[in-house]
DNA sequence: GTTTAAATCATACGATCGTTTGAATCAAAC
DNA sequence: GTTTGATTCAAACGATCGTATGATTTAAAC
């Protein structure tokens, strides 16, 4: 059993504590406290807090933009052009996997892409860059394919619904789940509900002039 | 003409930069300094930060409120109950109001809206309570009633769904403007795409077992 | 002109922040 | 056993934060 290794705590407790409280609204005392580990030690393996955001969201984010690539090259190795339900499923799919009902580190794992999405800082937003955008665009041209009849600003602002959807919907933007419903269900059946929500989006006719 | 009230200005101020820079990421004095007046003056006229950030949450938000409220009104004095699409639009016109292209304050706006429905800190999203659920309660039992086939969980995803976009679509989710296409389209084109959007994935046939 | 309450002001307090420092500890190499 | 480099540690730095204080100014009432 290998012996917990300081930077993978480090890590971990930043990782929870940056969704739960935001970047801004975790201190490096309270990083290093969860993770049981000197104060300094942010310091010597990662330079800054910031850097350890870069960290943190960097090994959150690549293994789901990997899959989204890996989702779509597979789409696109087929003989015929792939369609908006099938890109919708690609895309989305990645974001719901691993994360069975009750799974803690899943929804942690939500929470911490929204909050990467729409932190104000710069530190926080700025450093996704490359590859973010490179799978954004390449599911975009895709899309343009499978949807020939939506003028280029009409797509792209379909694009941004389906992200606001994969990204914000399941977890918590309403202020806390109603009593009545049970909370943000997480696992199969919402990645089938996200699919068929956002597939039918995709597919609605133009909007007339 | 009125002069320059200072706890206006304050409140200019303070929506100006909560907007841009988060609640946490946005300092008092940064708010007096904007604002041209006295540091102590929060503390003065609203006696914390907090109570700064429910102000101007409120200004905000509560016309906004009232709007869909009075919308909803319309369609249910109506003979027939009314459609998914019917609902959407009234769901999601205030949120596009008065926000014609160009329009700073439009844009400000939503960027506030979003915001104070992700920012981790309960200080800023706790306080719109009331207002906020009941009008999202009476929207749900409108749409219950028009889409019967929706079992309640994915009626109650589908909602979230909606206010997922009509949220954060307007604003760059995404880290900026992609350079091929010009920044958030406000306006009249942006609300009717939203309705076509959400209008289709709202009515999409229920997700199979 | 005096009184009175509201408002603004300069200033300072205590707390917490991210970061740095230099000594102490550890483990493998020699 | 000593050396060496990597790691951990307690402590402190300067900066900034939200808030409180008490004096000062303003303006209307009398």
């Known amino acids: 059993m290998a012996p917990p290794d300081t930077r993978t705590q480090i890590l971990d407790a930043a990782e929870h504590l940056f969704a739960e409280r935001g970047y801004r609204g975790t201190s490096v005392r309270a990083i290093t406290d969860l993770a049981g580990v000197n104060l300094a030690a942010v310091g010597y393996h990662f330079g800054s807090k910031a850097e350890l955001m870069s960290a943190v969201a960097r090994r959150v984010v690549e293994p789901i933009n990997a899959a989204q690539c890996a989702g779509l090259d597979r789409l696109l190795a087929g003989t015929t052009d792939p369609g908006a339900a099938e890109l919708v499923e690609a895309f989305a799919a990645p974001l719901f996997d691993g994360m069975s009902v009750g799974d803690e580190g899943g929804a942690r794992r939500s929470r911490l892409i929204v909050m990467i999405l729409s932190d104000p800082a710069e530190e926080v937003r700025g450093w ?8 954004r665009e390449r ?27 994969t990204a914000v919907d399941r977890v918590e933007v309403h202020q806390r789940p109603t009593p009545d419903c049970p909370s943000p269900e997480v696992g199969e059946a919402a990645r089938h509900w996200a699919v068929t929500f956002l597939a039918a989006a995709m597919s609605a006719p133009p909007t007339g002039p």
């Open 128 to 135: 996704a860059g490359a590859g973010q955008d490179t799978v």
């Open 139 to 165: 599911y975009l041209a895709a899309f343009a394919r499978a949807l020939p009849g939506l003028s280029p600003e009409e797509l792209w602002f379909r694009i941004r619904g389906v992200l606001a959807v």
